[in-house]
Nanobody, 125 residues
Framework: QLQLVESGGGLVQPGGSLRLSCAASGFTLDYYAIGWFRQAPGKEREGVSCISYSGGSTNYADFVKGRFTISRDNARNTVYLQMNSLKPEDTAVYYC??????????????????WGQGTQVTVSS
């Protein structure tokens, strides 16, 4: 069974940090681009960051540039999202997703084939 599992979410104070992990099971991430998305209550799902299968290309939404860093460890079949200087507006459920062949860069949300169940990130004092 092909599956993505996110972990690392939680409650953090403004200015704090979290590292999210996206682990794959049932398939290898080596040939997949990975994206991180988030969805806050009452809002549409939005792209946060993505990384190419090799790690050579990355992309960040303007609202996280300079604060978040995406990386991958193909040996561990895992992609990470390091989130620093967190703000209350970063509160959302964070999802990772995978696609094999990107038609565009950054890929559109509807290009992703596999999705995780999400992990909650809450930034609050």
């Amino acid at each position: 069974q092909l599956q993505l599992v996110e972990s690392g979410g939680g409650l953090v104070q403004p200015g704090g940090s979290l590292r999210l992990s996206c682990a794959a099971s049932g398939f290898t991430l080596d040939y997949y681009a990975i994206g991180w998305f988030r969805q806050a209550p009452g809002k549409e799902r939005e792209g946060v960051s993505c990384i190419s299968y090799s790690g050579g290309s990355t992309n960040y939404a303007d609202f996280v540039k300079g604060r978040f860093t995406i990386s991958r460890d193909n040996a561990r079949n895992t992609v990470y999202l390091q989130m620093n200087s967190l703000k209350p507006e970063d509160t959302a459920v964070y999802y990772c997703a995978a696609l094999r062949y990107a038609k565009s860069w950054p890929p559109r949300l509807d290009e992703y084939v596999y999705w995780g169940q999400g992990t909650q990130v809450t930034v609050s004092s």
